[in-house]
């Protein structure tokens, strides 16, 4: 029988295998992503730790068909069906968190897989393909290493019939101009330049903590982290301080250190636009209150910078900086401040900071993203669709409504046979 011939139950049953090898797997794998990404190992243990459960359940999610119609006029079903191949393509920062939530749902509805993890952080996904041939037949899923060239057969190729790809707004594109060849369809989740907004009734040190994790996890290097945070004039610089003095605290180090709180820069080619990113804010007269500077050590590590009298027309406003460094804008309008906050080509997510649920919710509606939050920012479930707005994204992972991107919806439309009918 062939992988897309099985039930929806059958294929569950094979992947809650999967999640159970992979659960075997976490601390040898962990190990190894550390020294391949950077990340500190407390970070590669949560990721990892996530795979299972994220595996778990994407395929306990309900994506039967729907009935439409069904009285004398006939029966109406909205049935979906697999596409064929899938083809999954993954960046550096999170690669076996990412590859697993695409994986999955791709081989739950039904699809065979060819998944191209990033050159820069192959390791750890191959690995994961060691564990998982002991589990799914051969064929079903196939992760093969290789550079960009790679990337752009396989959006190309004829024989696949789907693209999930994770990376750059530039490169999505690229990825959409390949697809077109034989017009596959397409899931993109691209870059972001998320904002947060912080209203006026917190206060700056009972929250910095929060808004200091949801903007440097990972060195900053994560697609919806807080990459601009709006402050209301009057908390202004109690709320800039707060986030100083935490970042002044940080210990950065190797991430196989388990004091280290941070690790460094990925690759030299992120590393290099951090520095020069930072160079065009010092020009631009930003106030950088720590850190923004290279560590003298092997490495690609930079400190973590707070970044204040900063505003829009700078690179690391306008930018997706995906580095260890935070502008703190200045507002004395909420509707001012929700207008910067939109007034970019990205959208993929933001969040907004308050004591009062019900204003927060509203000033939340208004943000032009995928997924707006608050008091929270990026909080993963694979119950919830995630995707972007604008140039961040096209279409949504996860959920029936992600599931069901994996599946090609067909109509099946019955009616009685009635004889002496003429032509209508």
Not at 49 to 73: A, C, K, N, Y
Not at 150 to 162: L, R, V, Y
Not at 340 to 363: F, Q
């Amino acid at each position: 029988m062939p992988w897309s011939g099985l039930s929806f139950e059958e294929r569950r049953l094979s992947l809650f295998e999967f999640a159970a090898a992979m659960r075997g797997q976490v601390e040898d794998l962990a190990q190894l992503l550390v020294r391949e990404q950077g990340k500190t190992l407390a970070e590669c243990r949560k990721e990892l730790s996530f795979v299972p459960l994220q595996i778990e359940r994407l395929s306990s999610i309900d994506v039967s068909g729907e009935l439409l119609r069904d009285d004398d006029e006939g029966r109406i079903e909205l049935r979906y069906r697999p596409l064929g191949v899938v083809g999954i393509i993954t960046p550096w920062n999170v690669p076996v968190g990412i590859a697993i939530g695409r994986i999955v749902q791709a081989l739950y509805t039904g699809n065979t897989v060819v998944q191209k993890p990033s050159p820069y952080t192959p390791l750890a996904t191959l690995r994961m393909g060691e564990t998982v041939r002991k589990v799914l037949p051969p064929g079903v899923l196939n992760i093969l290493a290789g550079g960009n060239d790679f990337g752009s057969w396989m959006t190309e190729h004829p024989g696949i019939d789907k693209i999930s790809f994770t990376g750059s707004v530039p490169t999505g594109k690229k990825v959409l101009a390949g697809a077109s060849s034989n017009l596959k369809r397409v899931t993109l989740e691209l870059g972001g330049n998320d904002a947060a907004i912080v209203l006026d009734d917190v206060d700056p040190k009972a929250i910095a903590p929060q808004l200091f994790r949801a903007a440097f996890a990972n060195c900053g290097q994560i697609c919806v982290a807080i990459k601009r945070l709006y402050v209301p004039d009057a908390i202004y610089e109690p709320m800039c301080e707060a986030l100083a003095e935490i970042a002044r605290s940080i210990k950065i180090g190797d991430g196989l250190d388990p004091e280290s709180q941070m690790g460094p820069l990925q690759n030299k080619m992120q590393y290099d636009k951090v520095l020069a990113i930072l160079e065009d804010t010092r020009k631009a007269g930003g106030r950088i209150l720590c850190g923004g500077h290279a560590l003298d050590r092997p490495g690609y590590f930079i400190a973590p910078a707070i970044v204040a009298d900063i505003a829009e027309g700078t690179r690391l406003v306008d930018e997706e900086p995906f580095g260890p460094v935070l502008p703190v804008i200045k507002y004395r309008d909420l509707d001012d401040a929700i207008r910067r906050a939109n007034d970019t080509r990205y959208g993929l997510s933001g969040s907004v900071w308050t004591n009062n649920l019900a204003r927060g919710a509203e000033v939340a509606a208004r943000l032009e993203v995928g997924t707006a939050y608050v008091n929270q920012h990026h909080i993963p479930d694979a119950t919830v669709p995630f995707g972007g707005a604008k140039e961040s994204g096209l279409g949504r992972e996860y959920s029936a409504l992600g599931l069901k991107s994996y599946m090609e919806a067909q109509v099946v439309s019955v009616a009685p046979l009635r004889y002496g009918l003429g032509p209508r």
